[in-house]
């Protein structure tokens, strides 16, 4: 079964950075597109930014100039650099392909303060 497993959450000050990261196992990881989603109280899981197997990327226009999704697929993970960070992205991010394929994993939780 595959496991994704996201880690690099926390608490933060409005302007402040994360680096997510997300490690894939039980998958041929190059094949997949990736995604970052996320999801806030009360609203529906969004998708944040998506990266292919050869790295092309599209960020959704909230976090573009100020997310940065990225892969290293010798380590089967993704990353997802947060930058500038706003109290309206305060959400439990998630990973999983684009489309979404597999089983959600526990997320992580990134909270920020005004």
């Known amino acids: 079964q595959v496991q994704l497993v996201e880690s690099g959450g926390g608490l933060v000050q409005a302007g402040g950075s994360l680096r997510l990261s997300c490690a894939a196992s039980?998958?041929?990881?190059?094949?997949?597109?990736m995604g970052w989603y996320r999801q806030a109280p009360g609203k529906q899981r969004e998708l944040v930014a998506r990266?292919?197997?050869?790295?092309?990327?599209i960020h959704a226009d909230s976090v573009k100039g100020r997310f940065t999704i990225s892969r290293d697929n010798a380590k089967n993970t993704v990353y997802l650099q947060m930058n500038s960070l706003k109290p309206e992205d305060t959400a439990v991010y998630y990973c999983n392909s684009v489309p979404e394929s597999f089983h959600w994993g526990q997320g992580t939780q990134v909270t920020v303060s005004l």
């Open positions: 990266i292919t197997g050869g790295g092309t990327t």
């Open positions: 039980r998958i041929i990881f190059t094949i997949y597109t």
